[in-house]
């Protein structure tokens, strides 16, 4: 499914998965409906009222025209950023911030929602935790636009970019020790710990002091938040 397009126009009394798409785009966008997939007064009616707002021809009907509007954050976060001599690190984090200020976050449901599809490769619903689809997508942004390999591999799982980064001797385990700050630059991931080899979420590690560091995240929503380093371990980059 491509995010950025609609198939075809929709109108009033049709169903589908791109109506649903529609009626997300819609809720994002502060035009909140039911997102059942049902093409109804409500769907068309928001519509409309979204369409006034952007300065669109008001029609009631889901267009490209209309749809490319909608999407409009999405393309926004998704555009490239000239790596004008920045490092991965710092170019991971210019992604990450690029993301941040669409505000990104679920829709419709636990893990639901355009944007978990995007960071999840098509997956969304309940069992599609997406931290990890949302930082690695963001390395693999910035190392597509420095036109260097990933250091670690696109991964939709905690665990397995834990693994992976071990196996690749990046990974920091701080299980028995503090950890090095020196070596956790911006662009670095986290990883919250649960066992030595099992991780429960990650994201972008964007400043590092004394005693915290300053991350950028997706659970739920994409957010900047400030953590200590107890049970974090981190993948370097």
Same mark, same amino acid.
């Given at each position: 499914? $491509?995010?950025?397009?609609? @198939?075809?126009?929709?109108? *009033? #009394?049709?169903? #589908?998965?791109?109506?649903?798409?529609?009626?997300?785009?819609?809720?994002?966008?502060?035009? %909140?409906?039911?997102?059942?997939?049902?093409?109804?007064?409500?769907?068309?009616?928001?519509?409309?009222?979204?369409?006034?707002?952007?300065?669109?021809?008001?029609?009631?009907?889901?267009?490209?025209?209309?749809?490319?509007?909608?999407?409009?954050?999405?393309?926004?976060?998704?555009?490239?950023?000239?790596?004008?001599? *920045?490092?991965?690190?710092?170019?991971?984090?210019?992604?990450? %911030?690029?993301?941040?200020?669409?505000?990104?976050?679920?829709?419709?449901?636990? $893990?639901?929602?355009?944007?978990?599809?995007?960071?999840?490769?098509?997956? @969304?619903?309940?069992?599609?935790?997406?931290?990890?689809?949302?930082?690695?997508?963001?390395?693999?942004?910035?190392?597509? %636009?420095?036109?260097?390999?990933?250091?670690?591999?696109?991964?939709?799982?905690?665990?397995?970019?834990?693994?992976?980064?071990?196996?690749?001797?990046?990974?920091?385990?701080?299980?028995?020790?503090?950890?090095?700050?020196?070596?956790?630059?911006?662009?670095?991931?986290?990883?919250?710990?649960?066992?030595?080899?099992?991780?429960?979420?990650? #994201?972008?590690?964007?400043?590092?002091?004394?005693?915290?560091?300053?991350?950028?995240?997706? $659970?739920?929503?994409?957010?900047? *938040?400030?953590?200590?380093?107890? $049970?974090?371990?981190?993948?370097?980059?």
């Amino acid at each position: 499914m $491509n995010e950025l397009e609609l @198939d075809r126009v929709y109108r *009033r #009394g049709e169903r #589908g998965p791109d109506v649903r798409r529609i009626q997300e785009w819609l809720s994002l966008q502060g035009f %909140a409906v039911a997102i059942d997939g049902d093409f109804g007064a409500a769907t068309e009616a928001a519509l409309k009222r979204f369409q006034a707002k952007a300065g669109l021809t008001v029609t009631g009907v889901g267009d490209a025209v209309t749809f490319d509007r909608l999407v409009a954050p999405l393309k926004a976060a998704v555009a490239p950023i000239p790596a004008q001599g *920045r490092t991965l690190g710092s170019l991971v984090v210019a992604y990450a %911030a690029q993301h941040l200020r669409q505000r990104p976050r679920e829709i419709g449901g636990e $893990n639901r929602g355009p944007w978990v599809r995007l960071y999840m490769d098509g997956h @969304d619903g309940s069992t599609w935790p997406w931290s990890a689809g949302f930082a690695t997508f963001c390395l693999q942004q910035a190392a597509r %636009a420095l036109g260097v390999p990933m250091p670690v591999g696109r991964s939709l799982s905690c665990d397995t970019l834990g693994a992976f980064a071990r196996e690749k001797g990046r990974l920091i385990c701080t299980l028995t020790a503090l950890p090095d700050r020196t070596r956790i630059c911006p662009g670095s991931l986290f990883l919250r710990r649960r066992t030595a080899t099992d991780w429960s979420h990650t #994201g972008i590690v964007t400043e590092v002091d004394e005693e915290t560091f300053q991350t950028i995240e997706g $659970n739920y929503e994409v957010c900047a *938040r400030t953590r200590g380093f107890e $049970n974090m371990d981190f993948v370097l980059l």
